[in-house]
């Protein structure tokens, strides 16, 4: 069709412009079709490969990075007064990438002076073996009944209460001690030791985060704006906001507040 009514190969030029500009155009369909296959395949491997590549590089680094060792000798329990860890021995537990298990019955335990997961693949392997979780807020770990999620600059947090909008968090931190020996006989002296302590945080799924402070008179100012709310349904329902129970309680309720906003 293209020879018989472009005047065929005596027309001269006609019908290689039109026929190059149908091939053009041809190849510039194919060449942007296969674009975009092209992408959208790299999108999907990519997708498929983000989990394994996470579940490879879990660990970048050996645990006790902030070495904990210079404080804490475990061979010697008995002279201290604590530990540096939230819960001393390893327990079993899983790691999770957002929301999907990529680490399955590992030991771990979270030491609170390096605010690290600190895992081994058994219970039964050394303690020097431990390795430290990577630091990503795409990561948490749930070790028996206790989760803990990381805030990149603000570290990990134990989980109180995981709302729709509104998360109770809580920041454990250890405060180290030295060992102190009696300079005479009116002293005595003592054990190194390692403190508890702890701060109640609120987070909202909008990233927002308030800080409770340790006096209720504090903590109530601390909501600005929506004091009179917290305080009205504290006084209702007669809540101690120093108890992370009734901590717990007003969370919930400030979760299921439409359009709540710290």
């Known amino acids: 069709d293209l020879f018989r009514f472009k005047g065929g190969v005596n027309c001269g030029h006609v019908w290689e412009e039109v026929l190059y500009r149908l091939k053009s155009k041809t190849m510039k369909k194919i060449i942007n079709n296969s674009l975009i296959i092209i992408y959208f395949a790299c999108s999907i491997g990519f997708a498929q490969n983000r989990k394994t590549q996470f579940a490879t590089e879990l660990f970048v680094y050996s645990a006790d990075r902030y070495d ?24 079993l537990g899983d790691v999770y990438l957002e929301n999907e298990i990529i680490l399955s019955n590992g030991a771990l335990r979270y030491n ?49 209460y995981d709302g729709n909008n509104l998360s109770l968090l809580k920041k454990l931190t250890k405060k180290y001690f030295p060992p102190k020996k009696a300079q005479n006989n009116y002293e005595r002296s003592t054990l190194a030791r390692f403190e508890d302590r702890f701060i109640y ?62």
């Open 201 to 262: 945080t609120m987070y909202s799924k909008n990233g927002k985060i308030l800080e409770l402070p340790r006096s209720k008179n504090k903590k109530l100012k601390a909501f600005g704006g929506n004091e009179k709310i917290v305080k009205n349904y504290a006084k209702e329902h007669n809540l101690d906001l120093n108890n992370e129970k009734d901590l717990k309680k007003l969370t919930l309720y400030l979760d299921k507040i439409e359009g709540f906003s710290l």
């Open 68 to 91: 904990t060792r210079s404080l804490y000798d475990p061979a010697t329990p008995e002279n201290y007064e604590g530990t540096p860890y939230h819960v001393n021995d390893f327990l």
């Open 112 to 160: 609170a002076i390096a605010d690290e997961i600190e895992y081994k693949e058994s219970l039964n392997d050394d303690d020097e073996s431990a390795k430290a979780l990577v630091k990503s807020k795409e990561i948490y770990a749930k070790i028996i009944n206790d989760t803990f999620v990381f805030i990149p600059s603000q570290g990990y947090f134990l989980v109180i």
